[in-house]
């Protein structure tokens, strides 16, 4: 079965100042895929950033980056200069394509604010 | 980016009557959508997988006579609640995907009184 485990509840940065939010995974599939996604009070759910299990580098999205390490099975992403309107909820989760169809499953999320 | 959008936002209800929420990619096919649901401050809870043209796939827990899926072309996909009550409240989310990606709808709150 797939998990993914974030074990930071809320966490705490000072605007400008970058941030790691944790995320660790465990599957038997060789083939998936790890995601990020934003959640703001408004409740939508933001794409942020995708990285492939085969993939050799680690995915950049402008602040956005993913520290992917394979062998750990974590997939950390990491927030460069924070800003006020990063406050929010974030998801990260997996798809793999044993089921056929991508599910995503979602860890339980961390809850992100940044200080002034 | 692929964009879904979602009607309605919010809805209230009386108990006992049904409800449908209807979730739409603008501007890409999707062959495969997804139904999520969220408790506050809870995590996305997968409900269904919609595709298009054949039976939604439950998740085990979720009733089908009750969370009825309608995946009846390649950019609409409802989700219609029957006979609701007020424990069906919540944060109701669904997406699409194109190739290996989910777009998300902006969700849907329904209030059962």
């Known amino acids: 079965a797939q998990k993914i485990t974030q074990t930071q509840p809320g966490m705490f940065v000072q605007e400008k100042e970058a941030v790691t939010l944790d995320c660790t995974y465990d599957?038997?599939?060789?083939?998936?895929?790890l995601f990020w996604y934003k959640q703001p009070s408004s409740g939508e759910m933001i794409f942020l950033i995708y990285?492939?299990?085969?993939?050799?580098q680690n995915a950049t999205e402008g602040r956005y980056s993913l520290n992917f390490q394979k062998a750990r099975k974590s997939a950390n992403l990491v927030i460069s200069a924070s800003q006020l309107g990063d406050s929010a909820m974030y998801f990260c989760a997996m798809a793999y394509s044993g089921a056929g169809s991508y599910q995503l499953t979602f860890g339980k999320g961390t809850k992100l604010s940044v200080i002034p | 980016g692929a964009v879904v959008s979602q009607h309605p936002s919010r809805v209230i209800c009386k108990s006992g009557t049904s409800v449908k929420i209807e979730c739409r990619s603008l501007d890409f096919q999707a062959t495969t959508m997804f139904w999520y649901r969220q408790f506050p401050k809870k995590s996305l809870m997968l409900m269904a997988t919609?595709?298009?043209?054949?039976?939604?796939?439950?998740e085990q827990g979720v009733e089908k006579d009750k969370f009825l899926i309608n995946h009846a072309s390649l950019t609409l996909s409802t989700l219609t609640v029957t006979s609701a009550h007020p424990e069906d409240s919540s944060f109701y989310i669904c997406?699409?995907?194109?190739?290996?990606?989910?777009?998300f709808g902006p969700g849907t709150r329904l209030t059962v009184t």
């Open positions: 919609s595709n298009e043209g054949s039976k939604a796939t439950y």
């Open positions: 599957t038997s599939d060789p083939s998936y895929g």
């Open positions: 990285q492939g299990s085969y993939d050799q």
């Open positions: 997406s699409a995907r194109l190739r290996y990606e989910q777009y």
